[in-house]
């Protein structure tokens, strides 16, 4: 839901753009920390934020970190 986004962000699109790890943290809704595969061994580390229910918001790229490896921790940024 975020992929488009992302691409007007680093302006490029993503033929490979596949989830392969996540986190969350509870807030005044919730934060996804999602690595996310974008190519070979290319990966991107994603913060998306889903509000609560009652706000029916949708879900919003916080911020992003690229040129991350497959072996890199996912962590809160």
């Keep these: 839901k975020v992929k488009a986004q992302i ?3 680093e302006g ?3 033929d490979v753009f ?3 790890e996540f986190k969350t943290q509870l807030v ?3 934060n996804y920390f999602i690595k ?7 990966f991107m580390h994603l913060r998306v ?6 706000e029916n918001e949708q879900l919003s790229l ?10 890199d921790e996912l962590a809160y940024f």
């Design 62 to 71: 916080h911020s992003y970190q690229s040129s991350k490896t497959k072996h």
């Design 28 to 30: 005044a809704g919730t």
């Design 18 to 20: 596949t989830a392969v």
């Design 49 to 54: 934020f889903k509000s609560l229910p009652h």
């Design 36 to 42: 996310v595969r974008v190519g070979n061994e290319e």
């Design 7 to 9: 691409e007007e962000k």
């Design 12 to 14: 490029k699109t993503f």
